[in-house]
């Protein structure tokens, strides 16, 4: 059972006892979890990408600073 088959059958329309208050806490829970998983996973994805770009930059840096130093 998921978030969606306890949403299909009804049971937000009825009166609740606490173990299927609890349940539903539990699979919106489930499904807040899962969005953060995603968020974290795109934020790392983001964070390595753009060390990737500043190592990159940096060693551009470099090669450029080599050039300078051999025109003086």
């Given amino acids: 059972m998921d ?3 306890f949403l299909d059958f009804g049971y937000t329309n009825q009166e609740l006892t606490v173990i299927e ?3 539903y806490q ?3 829970m489930k499904r807040e979890i899962s969005e953060l998983n995603e968020t974290i996973r795109w934020m ?3 964070i390595w990408s753009e060390l990737d770009k500043t190592q990159r930059l940096k060693e551009e840096i470099r090669q450029l600073n080599q050039a300078l130093e051999r025109e003086r």
């Fill in 26 to 28: 539990i699979l919106d």
């Fill in 44 to 46: 790392h994805s983001v």
């Fill in 3 to 5: 978030y969606s088959d």
């Fill in 21 to 23: 208050q609890m349940l």
